[in-house]
């Protein structure tokens, strides 16, 4: 059981860790390693883990009791941090899955962006866009552009570039899914 103290004389304020928690944690990092590759299937994950876990320990070391055992603070500083990563990668397959149904979203275009050639609905549907839309999504969607390098490419703001890629994608999800109602074309809105 470790009892040593991780808690320095510096005012509260300062945020520096002392040389006793830093000789404590130094101590207990081997075990960290090896409870995070027992957590993790990768080995950079299970890096991540340590050190993020040692910054969390060194940011609240002012949380950490005397006389408590230091081992078992850091174990559950480390599993806390990793169920809410898996937490969280839980809810972004979820949201990434509910997407995958929705014709509007930009996982659809994303994946068609991906295959070497458009499928011939959705290539027509570009290239039924006004021009100022379809520049947007040819470069944003199709070419991996950053909205930034596309405004600039554009000579338009990035504003305007996020503005026109929402609208186009509406319309490409509109056209996709009911190809007969939209026959006429949609002005551009420079």
């Not at 969390?56 to 603070?73: C, M, P, Q, T």
């Amino acid at each position: 059981m470790l009892t040593e103290p991780m808690l320095s004389t510096a005012p509260a304020n300062d945020r520096r860790p002392s040389l006793a928690s830093l000789l404590a944690l130094d101590a207990e990092l081997p075990r960290l390693r090896a409870h995070a590759r027992r957590l993790c299937t990768r080995e950079a994950d299970a890096l991540d883990l340590v050190q993020d876990t040692l910054l969390r320990a060194l940011v609240y070391e002012h949380r950490f009791e005397h006389g408590s055992n230091l081992r078992a603070w850091l174990r559950q500083i480390q599993l806390s941090i990793f169920v809410s990563r898996y937490r969280r990668g839980r809810r972004e397959k979820r949201a990434l899955e509910k997407l995958s149904f929705d014709p509007c979203s930009w996982v659809h275009l994303e994946a068609a962006a991906t295959q070497p050639t458009l499928g011939h609905g959705l290539e027509l549907a570009v290239r039924a866009l006004p021009d100022g839309f379809r520049r947007v999504v040819e470069l944003v969607d199709l070419e991996g552009f950053e909205y930034r390098d596309a405004a600039t490419a554009l000579g338009i703001p990035v504003g305007t570039v996020m503005s026109r890629l929402h609208r186009a994608r509406r319309l490409l999800g509109e056209r996709l899914t009911h190809p007969a109602a939209h026959t006429e074309p949609v002005r551009d809105a420079a």
